[in-house]
């Protein structure tokens, strides 16, 4: 497929994934092990079936961060967590990954008014499943050398209480389970997205990943720049813990993470961030029309170029 002729024929419809925001608020919170998750999964499942995508739960187990696990003389009770797998043409071997994560955060415990209060997640949650559901969309039909996965993390932040509760518990299981089961195909790369609805959206690099995966990194803000979509600013910012540690340190899948750490402006301190504050009206359809764009016109160019560059 010519770049050109895919770009003039497919549109990252900026709407379309706003819907898909505010159906997904919709359900409330998203914590993992409840009905709100089920309900997800069961949204993103019928989302991605008129797609002819293969879509299977990858389950793991956490320790239950409500029971003390010093009230037991034995190991503390496990729940049962999934990671979500959407593939599309799992038939090849060169493969690249999209991901974010899907569960919010039980409480909204910076908000100085209402710790314990309700957590929609709209951005910090809700923006990443949306822009994956309408990205998917068009690249079910798109035809090249790559295959396409979408991972859904779990248990991304399954905290309860700061300091003790583990994060990243779905993309840590994920990168352990491509090294132990010596998977027939490879990740080429992989990127995550994260808190990608900000109505003010400011997205610069971020350090991990320009230090894991510098050409991938660089080629999306490169593929941004030509587009003219200013959000992404080739500047270093943040230093930023997030899925995509796991990804790069255990799996060895230069992993990019695109994320606007700056909600709602770059003076608020991320003042929205894990409060009630953090809903729909706060969020923009053209954020995450944007940043959909991008990775549209980046993945095109990727099944284009036939080989992808080495990171390592």
């Known amino acids: 497929m010519a770049q050109e002729d895919g770009s003039a024929t497919r549109r990252f419809d900026a709407q379309e994934a706003f819907g898909h925001l505010k159906r997904i608020c919709a359900i409330g919170p998203r914590i993992s092990t409840t009905d709100g998750m089920l309900k997800q999964q069961q949204y993103i499942r019928q989302h991605f079936k008129p797609l002819k995508a293969e879509v299977t739960l990858q389950r793991f187990s956490a320790t239950n961060p409500l029971v003390d696990p010093r009230r037991f003389n034995e190991p503390a009770p496990q729940l049962e967590l999934a990671n979500m797998i959407v593939r599309l043409r799992p038939q090849a071997k060169q493969r690249l990954l999209f991901c974010c994560h899907y569960d919010t955060r039980p409480y909204p415990d910076r908000d100085r008014r209402n710790p314990q209060g309700t957590f929609i997640g709209a951005n910090d949650g809700a923006s990443g499943v949306a822009v994956l559901c309408e990205l998917g969309r068009h690249l079910a039909s798109l035809d090249g050398p790559y295959g396409i996965d979408m991972v859904f993390f779990d248990g991304e932040e399954f905290v309860y209480v700061d300091q003790r509760d583990p994060m990243f518990l779905g993309s840590t299981h994920f990168a352990n389970e491509y090294v132990r089961r010596k998977e027939n195909f490879r990740?080429?790369?992989?990127?995550?997205?994260?808190?990608?609805?900000?109505?003010?959206?400011?997205?610069?690099?971020?350090?991990?990943?320009?230090?894991?995966?510098?050409?991938?990194?660089?080629?999306?803000?490169?593929?941004?720049?030509?587009?003219?979509?200013?959000?992404?600013?080739?500047?270093?910012?943040?230093?930023?813990?997030?899925?995509?540690?796991?990804?790069?340190?255990?799996?060895?899948?230069?992993?990019?993470?695109?994320?606007?750490?700056?909600?709602?402006?770059?003076?608020?301190?991320?003042?929205?961030?894990?409060?009630?504050?953090?809903?729909?009206?706060?969020?923009?359809?053209?954020?995450?029309?944007?940043?959909?764009?991008?990775?549209?016109?980046?993945?095109?160019?990727?099944?284009?170029?036939?080989?992808?560059?080495?990171?390592?």
């Open 187 to 312: 990740y080429v790369y992989a990127v995550l997205i994260d808190m990608v609805g900000d109505a003010n959206l400011q997205i610069f690099f971020e350090r991990n990943s320009l230090m894991y995966a510098p050409r991938l990194t660089r080629s999306i803000w490169g593929v941004a720049q030509r587009l003219k979509v200013r959000e992404f600013i080739a500047k270093e910012k943040y230093k930023i813990s997030d899925d995509h540690l796991p990804l790069n340190s255990i799996a060895r899948i230069p992993t990019c993470d695109i994320i606007d750490f700056d909600f709602p402006t770059p003076r608020s301190k991320n003042a929205f961030w894990h409060t009630e504050k953090d809903t729909i009206e706060n969020c923009s359809a053209e954020s995450l029309g944007k940043v959909g764009k991008v990775l549209l016109q980046w993945t095109l160019e990727m099944q284009a170029l036939n080989v992808a560059p080495a990171e390592r």
